[in-house]
Protein backbone atom coordinates (compact mmCIF):
# COMPACT_ATOMS: atom_id res chain seq x y z
CA UNK A 1 0.00 0.00 0.00
CA UNK A 2 1.44 3.76 -0.85
CA UNK A 3 -0.30 7.03 -0.65
CA UNK A 4 -1.43 6.87 -4.34
CA UNK A 5 -4.29 4.45 -3.06
CA UNK A 6 -5.21 6.48 -0.28
CA UNK A 7 -8.70 8.02 -0.40
CA UNK A 8 -8.66 11.84 0.89
CA UNK A 9 -12.24 13.46 1.81
CA UNK A 10 -11.07 16.00 3.69
CA UNK A 11 -10.51 14.48 6.56
CA UNK A 12 -8.57 16.93 8.77
CA UNK A 13 -10.10 20.32 8.80
CA UNK A 14 -7.54 22.51 11.08
CA UNK A 15 -3.80 22.37 12.10
CA UNK A 16 -5.29 21.45 15.54
CA UNK A 17 -7.08 18.62 14.30
CA UNK A 18 -3.81 17.32 12.52
CA UNK A 19 -1.28 17.63 15.75
CA UNK A 20 -3.82 15.10 17.36
CA UNK A 21 -3.71 12.74 14.61
CA UNK A 22 0.15 13.25 14.51
CA UNK A 23 0.22 12.82 18.75
CA UNK A 24 -1.85 9.53 17.78
CA UNK A 25 0.27 8.45 15.35
CA UNK A 26 3.20 9.08 17.48
CA UNK A 27 1.94 7.16 20.01
CA UNK A 28 1.52 4.16 18.23
CA UNK A 29 5.10 4.33 16.94
CA UNK A 30 6.65 4.36 20.12
CA UNK A 31 4.98 1.41 20.98
CA UNK A 32 6.80 -0.58 18.18
CA UNK A 33 10.01 1.24 19.01
CA UNK A 34 9.95 0.01 22.56
CA UNK A 35 7.76 2.39 24.74
CA UNK A 36 4.70 0.75 25.36
CA UNK A 37 2.82 3.32 27.13
CA UNK A 38 4.23 6.84 26.21
CA UNK A 39 2.04 8.71 28.34
CA UNK A 40 4.08 7.11 31.56
CA UNK A 41 7.27 7.53 30.46
CA UNK A 42 9.56 10.13 31.76
CA UNK A 43 10.84 11.61 28.75
CA UNK A 44 14.01 14.57 29.97
CA UNK A 45 15.61 17.23 27.49
CA UNK A 46 18.40 17.17 29.91
CA UNK A 47 18.91 12.88 29.65
CA UNK A 48 21.70 11.80 27.05
CA UNK A 49 19.41 9.20 26.00
CA UNK A 50 16.30 10.90 24.87
CA UNK A 51 18.41 13.84 23.70
CA UNK A 52 19.42 11.44 21.02
CA UNK A 53 15.87 10.57 20.36
CA UNK A 54 14.97 13.50 19.74
CA UNK A 55 17.97 14.47 17.51
CA UNK A 56 17.45 11.25 15.92
CA UNK A 57 13.65 12.32 14.94
CA UNK A 58 14.75 15.76 13.86
CA UNK A 59 18.48 15.80 12.58
CA UNK A 60 18.25 12.07 11.26
CA UNK A 61 14.66 10.99 10.29
CA UNK A 62 13.61 14.75 9.30
CA UNK A 63 16.47 16.03 7.67
CA UNK A 64 16.97 12.50 5.56
CA UNK A 65 13.28 13.32 4.46
CA UNK A 66 13.38 16.45 3.07
CA UNK A 67 16.93 15.06 1.51
CA UNK A 68 14.94 12.60 -0.14
CA UNK A 69 12.59 15.28 -1.51
CA UNK A 70 15.42 16.95 -3.04
CA UNK A 71 17.31 14.29 -4.70
CA UNK A 72 13.73 12.88 -6.20
CA UNK A 73 12.78 16.65 -7.88
CA UNK A 74 13.45 14.55 -11.54
CA UNK A 75 11.62 11.83 -10.58
CA UNK A 76 7.82 11.17 -10.78
CA UNK A 77 5.53 14.14 -9.05
CA UNK A 78 4.22 11.99 -6.37
CA UNK A 79 8.01 10.52 -5.33
CA UNK A 80 8.82 13.94 -4.51
CA UNK A 81 4.80 14.87 -2.37
CA UNK A 82 5.39 11.78 -0.61
CA UNK A 83 8.62 12.60 0.93
CA UNK A 84 7.42 15.54 1.92
CA UNK A 85 4.79 14.04 3.61
CA UNK A 86 7.01 12.19 5.78
CA UNK A 87 9.03 15.22 6.89
CA UNK A 88 5.58 16.49 7.66
CA UNK A 89 5.43 13.13 9.95
CA UNK A 90 9.03 13.52 11.71
CA UNK A 91 8.70 17.38 11.48
CA UNK A 92 5.43 17.13 14.06
CA UNK A 93 6.59 13.53 16.19
CA UNK A 94 9.38 15.81 16.96
CA UNK A 95 7.52 18.22 18.64
CA UNK A 96 4.75 15.84 20.28
CA UNK A 97 7.80 14.53 21.51
CA UNK A 98 8.85 17.25 23.66
CA UNK A 99 5.35 17.27 24.93
CA UNK A 100 4.42 20.91 23.09
CA UNK A 101 0.87 22.31 23.12
CA UNK A 102 -0.51 23.24 19.94
CA UNK A 103 -1.74 26.23 21.57
CA UNK A 104 1.35 27.20 22.39
CA UNK A 105 2.59 27.49 18.34
CA UNK A 106 2.11 30.44 15.89
CA UNK A 107 -0.56 28.68 13.80
CA UNK A 108 0.86 27.22 10.76
CA UNK A 109 -2.11 29.15 8.28
CA UNK A 110 -0.52 32.50 9.44
CA UNK A 111 2.61 30.76 8.01
CA UNK A 112 2.16 29.62 5.46
CA UNK A 113 2.07 31.41 1.72
CA UNK A 114 -1.46 32.59 0.33
CA UNK A 115 -2.29 33.62 -3.39
CA UNK A 116 -5.28 33.50 -4.27
CA UNK A 117 -4.33 32.34 -7.80
CA UNK A 118 -2.87 29.18 -5.95
CA UNK A 119 -5.49 26.52 -6.08
CA UNK A 120 -5.09 23.88 -4.05
CA UNK A 121 -5.00 20.41 -5.69
CA UNK A 122 -2.35 21.43 -8.29
CA UNK A 123 0.85 21.26 -6.57
CA UNK A 124 3.90 22.10 -8.57
CA UNK A 125 7.16 20.61 -7.79
CA UNK A 126 9.47 23.53 -7.14
CA UNK A 127 12.95 23.69 -9.01
CA UNK A 128 16.01 21.82 -7.50
CA UNK A 129 17.63 25.36 -7.15
CA UNK A 130 14.39 26.95 -5.43
CA UNK A 131 14.09 24.13 -2.96
CA UNK A 132 17.74 23.96 -1.85
CA UNK A 133 17.54 28.01 -1.28
CA UNK A 134 14.31 28.20 0.67
CA UNK A 135 14.63 24.87 2.80
CA UNK A 136 18.35 25.81 4.05
CA UNK A 137 16.89 28.37 7.10
CA UNK A 138 14.73 25.01 8.50
CA UNK A 139 17.92 22.79 8.08
CA UNK A 140 19.65 25.50 9.84
CA UNK A 141 16.98 25.85 12.76
CA UNK A 142 17.31 22.33 13.33
CA UNK A 143 20.98 21.75 14.37
CA UNK A 144 20.70 25.46 16.40
CA UNK A 145 18.25 23.56 18.53
CA UNK A 146 20.07 20.43 18.33
CA UNK A 147 23.62 22.39 19.22
CA UNK A 148 21.53 23.28 22.87
CA UNK A 149 21.77 19.05 23.57
CA UNK A 150 24.94 18.29 24.56
CA UNK A 151 24.81 15.49 26.77
CA UNK A 152 25.97 12.42 25.43
CA UNK A 153 25.94 8.64 27.10
CA UNK A 154 29.99 8.22 27.65
CA UNK A 155 30.05 11.90 28.70
CA UNK A 156 31.13 12.31 32.38
CA UNK A 157 29.30 15.45 32.74
CA UNK A 158 25.97 16.07 32.58
CA UNK A 159 24.82 19.50 30.84
CA UNK A 160 21.31 21.15 31.63
CA UNK A 161 19.40 22.71 29.44
CA UNK A 162 18.49 26.31 28.92
CA UNK A 163 14.45 25.55 28.60
CA UNK A 164 14.13 29.18 27.25
CA UNK A 165 16.38 28.93 24.67
CA UNK A 166 15.15 25.55 23.67
CA UNK A 167 11.88 27.02 23.83
CA UNK A 168 12.82 29.78 21.19
CA UNK A 169 14.83 27.51 19.12
CA UNK A 170 12.48 25.04 19.09
CA UNK A 171 9.71 28.08 17.93
CA UNK A 172 12.05 29.30 15.86
CA UNK A 173 12.17 25.98 13.47
CA UNK A 174 8.77 25.32 13.59
CA UNK A 175 8.13 28.86 12.02
CA UNK A 176 10.74 28.20 9.44
CA UNK A 177 9.40 25.06 8.32
CA UNK A 178 6.04 26.30 7.54
CA UNK A 179 7.44 29.32 6.05
CA UNK A 180 9.66 27.37 3.59
CA UNK A 181 6.07 24.65 2.69
CA UNK A 182 4.31 28.32 2.15
CA UNK A 183 7.81 29.56 -0.01
CA UNK A 184 6.58 26.03 -2.08
CA UNK A 185 3.02 27.60 -2.29
CA UNK A 186 1.95 24.78 -0.43
CA UNK A 187 -1.43 25.44 1.39
CA UNK A 188 -3.00 24.39 4.71
CA UNK A 189 -5.38 21.73 2.73
CA UNK A 190 -2.67 20.36 0.75
CA UNK A 191 -0.70 19.94 4.18
CA UNK A 192 -3.62 17.79 5.44
CA UNK A 193 -4.01 15.78 2.51
CA UNK A 194 0.11 15.19 2.25
CA UNK A 195 -0.16 13.99 6.19
CA UNK A 196 -3.34 12.55 5.90
CA UNK A 197 -2.25 9.82 2.77
CA UNK A 198 0.96 8.65 4.69
CA UNK A 199 -0.97 8.64 8.51
CA UNK A 200 -3.28 5.73 6.72
CA UNK A 201 0.00 4.21 5.22
CA UNK A 202 1.65 3.85 8.44
CA UNK A 203 -1.31 2.72 10.04
CA UNK A 204 -2.04 -0.18 7.36
CA UNK A 205 1.86 -1.23 8.02
CA UNK A 206 1.52 -1.23 11.87
CA UNK A 207 -1.87 -3.07 11.20
CA UNK A 208 -0.24 -5.52 8.87
CA UNK A 209 3.25 -5.75 10.43
CA UNK A 210 5.24 -4.08 7.39
Given at each position: ?9 N???S ?9 K ?16 Y?F ?49 S ?6 V ?7 P ?14 M ?27 N??W????YL ?8 RL?R ?7 F ?8 E ?16 I??G?
Open positions: MNTTEVKYNNIKFKELYKYARQFLLYEKLEGIDDWEKDSIDCSEDQMKFKDMLQIRFIEELTEASISINEPEEHFWEEIGDAINFFLAFVMVGDFKSLKNEELLYSDKEITHGIKKPTYKKFSKEVYPTIESVGYLCNLLKRPAQSNVSLLDFDENLWNNFWILGNMQIQPDVFELFWRKYQVNLFRKTY
